[in-house]
């Protein structure tokens, strides 16, 4: 009785969830103080929620910023509307998480990725390719859309295709390619925040952060060949039958012209209309799948999946929920106050007012507090909020393509990390392993990317 009395909390919260984030695209379109004092007061009470079913060290991080931000609003006297607004200050991120696993629920349904599945086991017969590149190459084209998502279909696709592989080695390899996406993918939370943080477009930073993650895949293979881990568990190479890849082909064109549509949609509309690019995200996500279900005549199967992915939204995002909620209400509170000034002026000093070691400085921060468990969203709040770009000499872009680095790099190193998470139970390793075995990787990045980065600026690209 206990037991479904608390899934169905967990249903109604998911739905309120779901409300929550249409409240907000419909404020987005037409602002009301009424509809942005609803979706904020409903995001306190999912943070309330959130508070009594996630972990310790969450919890603890959670009220640590919605306390102190409590104290600062109390200290400059805010007005309580305010203080209310701020809970659903992050609703943007939110509505994010929320809304894009709805491209994988339609691929999943629509039977692509079983297609997928069948003719890389086809191809790797007839062709015997490198396992790591192309699981590397999977990986880095489906995490454009499905985040972090696209692990796990794409390790599931290596142990069922491949006959020769291991399994740490793989899943460090797929690790590595998720963080390719991380840099420019309008789909990652990362680069969605740092665009509303300083108000710029993501056709400022898209090209430079392709370049960024060019170079950072690059890097990869470069250090691929010291990748090793003692006592790394093959895959079993008992042979499989092979399905033909005639009916598997097709579906595989289609999910491609799908899939270059949206991008091709969502980029014109960054374009040619006045929201940011998480909005256009996160509306598509509502209406893509269901014109893309009905074509594909699959339409009942995708509601029925969508209730279901509501019923379970709340458990799904209750530390995302937390954590984000607490970090804008955090965000908003610094606003009040001197702080921004201070920081700014401790890393002008000291990185010796250069840009570049200003860089390396701020990723540097990202990643050793990412280390001790804090999450990267609350560092780049915190420092996106209190940095001026034009303090440092750079532009608004410069500075959000920085931050988009510090929290890709602190999500590769991180064992508190989703990423580093997942990759540490998708091969039975502990999460401390695989953040130990991808520190002479990341270190390197730290220095390599802020100097692409700094040249980039020095060129006039950002």
Known sequence: MYVEHTQGLSSVLGVILLLSALIYLADVFRPSELLSTIYSSLAALLFLAALLVISWSNRITALLLVVTGTSIFWQQSVEWETVIHSFGRNMNLLTLFLLVPYYGIMMSIGGYLTALKHYIQHYEREHQPHPYRLSSLL???????????????????????????????MGMVILRAFGFCMFWSPYFVNVGLVLVLFDVSWTSIGAAGLIIATVYMMTGFIFFRWLDFEHDQPVNRLSRPVPEASSSGKKIVALSLWLLALLALSFTLD?????????????????????WSMASGAFREYVQAIVQDVCHSFERLKNELAIFISAGY????????????????????????????????????????????????????????????????????????????????????????????????????????????????????????PFILYLLWCFKLL
């Not at 006045?274 to 256009?280: A, D, F, G, P, R």
């Not at 510090?406 to 091969?427: D, R």
């Open 330 to 449: 955090f965000g908003v509170s610094i606003s009040y106050t001197s702080m921004g000034d201070h920081v700014s002026h401790m890393i002008l000093a000291l990185s010796f007012e250069s840009v570049y070691f200003m860089s390396v400085l701020i990723i540097t921060l990202a990643v050793l507090l990412a280390l001790v468990g804090i999450h990267p969203v609350i560092v780049v709040i915190g420092i996106g909020s209190a940095l001026s770009p034009e303090l440092f000499g750079v532009s608004p872009g410069f500075m959000a393509m920085l931050l988009v680095m510090a929290w890709s790099l602190a999500t590769q190193l991180s064992p508190f990390s989703g990423s580093v998470l997942m990759t540490a139970g998708l091969t039975g390793s502990s999460a401390w392993l695989i953040a130990r075995k991808n520190a002479p990787f990341v270190l390197a990045l730290l220095f390599v990317l």
């Open 139 to 169: 990986t880095s084209s489906m995490g454009v859309i499905l985040n972090l998502g696209a692990m796990p279909i794409a390790y599931r696709i290596a142990e069922e295709s491949f006959s020769a592989f291991t399994r740490k080695k």
């Open 271 to 291: 374009v040619l209309v006045e929201v940011s690019m998480l909005t256009i995200v996160s509306v598509l996500a509502l209406i893509f799948p269901v014109v």
